[in-house]
DNA sequence: ACTCTTGGTTGCATAGTACAACTGGGCGGG
DNA sequence: CCCGCCCAGTTGTACTATGCAACCAAGAGT
């Protein structure tokens, strides 16, 4: 029955969740999960503002402001002024930031493709697609 | 080709990993995440050790030792001095504690059916299927 | 008995977060 | 043109979750 099945959906989102949650802050010396989202983000729209990271991210201006500092203090990142609204900074990705996010993102690809690597490419796909549904397209990159 | 099936895959779980770690303290007013699975552990393997739930999850025994004791502060759960180990707790659950697990596990599983309810019960065991495989039989309840 | 082991607690330190108050730049109506 | 309002971002404060290390207390083995 499908009653069980949703039962295991959950079971295994939670644990899933669980073990994510623990290994967040440490997938990376240098960036843990939020940075690395923030960082990825800015690879695909360089030059965005904060403000817009807070909100595609549900996060509070605050944190991204600090999580911000912290990117720039370790230069992964450069704040530019807007010239054309200067309460606006607008973030970009600095060669050094290019360089670890990459380096991470491998590590992590590496890390999936060993996870999965007995797997067949129709199921692949067949888990890529449910995984796509179950997160919905209402929020592409969140 | 596969690789991009791994790559949404790895897209995917990272999106739901990161929501999930959002929502994770405020998913009921009572019960976090963590202290959520240790209830629901407790469900199972009533009268269990503190260090026995700090390995199963992977926790450190101090982080346990302080969510057993808002859980017991909250009456949810007793400890009990083992007769015959006096360093041991054997934990349970209390009648409220039950109650409440109870409660919490239901509208999660509400939420868990309304993402899914317009799902084909095939898709809802493949996807099933799909996710233990990819959290692995080797921690079942991890 | 003395020591080693083990279950648990407590004192730090840290990360990540939210909320609220604030700063400083823009912008629009009079 | 100026004043009040809005908006981007920062900072102060507080709270939660966590780990590590030091500790305490109770068993176990010699």
Same mark, same amino acid.
């Given at each position: 029955?499908? *009653? /069980?099945?949703?039962?295991?959906?959950?079971?295994?989102?939670? &644990?899933? *969740?669980?073990? !994510?949650? *623990?290994?967040?802050?440490?997938?990376?010396?240098?960036?843990?999960?939020? &940075?690395?989202?923030?960082? *990825?983000?800015? /690879?695909?729209?360089?030059?965005?503002?904060?403000?817009?990271?807070? !909100?595609?991210?549900?996060?509070?201006? %605050?944190?991204?402001? #600090?999580?911000?500092?912290?990117?720039?203090?370790? !230069?992964?990142?450069? #704040?530019?002024?807007?010239?054309? @609204?200067?309460?606006?900074?607008?973030?970009?990705?600095?060669?050094?930031? #290019?360089?670890?996010?990459?380096?991470?993102?491998? &590590?992590?690809?590496?890390?999936?493709?060993?996870?999965?690597?007995? +797997?067949? %490419? /129709?199921?692949?796909? #067949?888990?890529?697609?449910?995984?796509?549904?179950?997160?919905? +397209?209402? !929020?592409?990159? @969140?």
């Amino acid at each position: 029955m499908a *009653a /069980e099945a949703v039962e295991t959906i959950q079971r295994e989102m939670t &644990s899933f *969740a669980r073990r !994510a949650r *623990a290994t967040a802050g440490r997938m990376h010396p240098e960036l843990s999960l939020v &940075s690395y989202t923030l960082l *990825a983000h800015l /690879e695909g729209s360089d030059g965005c503002r904060a403000t817009d990271l807070a !909100a595609h991210y549900g996060l509070d201006k %605050s944190t991204v402001s #600090r999580q911000v500092t912290a990117l720039e203090r370790a !230069a992964l990142i450069e #704040r530019r002024v807007d010239p054309d @609204d200067h309460r606006v900074q607008l973030l970009h990705l600095t060669d050094p930031g #290019r360089r670890i996010l990459a380096q991470v993102t491998e &590590s992590r690809r590496t890390a999936f493709q060993e996870r999965l690597e007995d +797997w067949p %490419s /129709e199921d692949l796909e #067949r888990f890529a697609a449910y995984l796509v549904r179950y997160n919905g +397209w209402s !929020a592409p990159e @969140d």
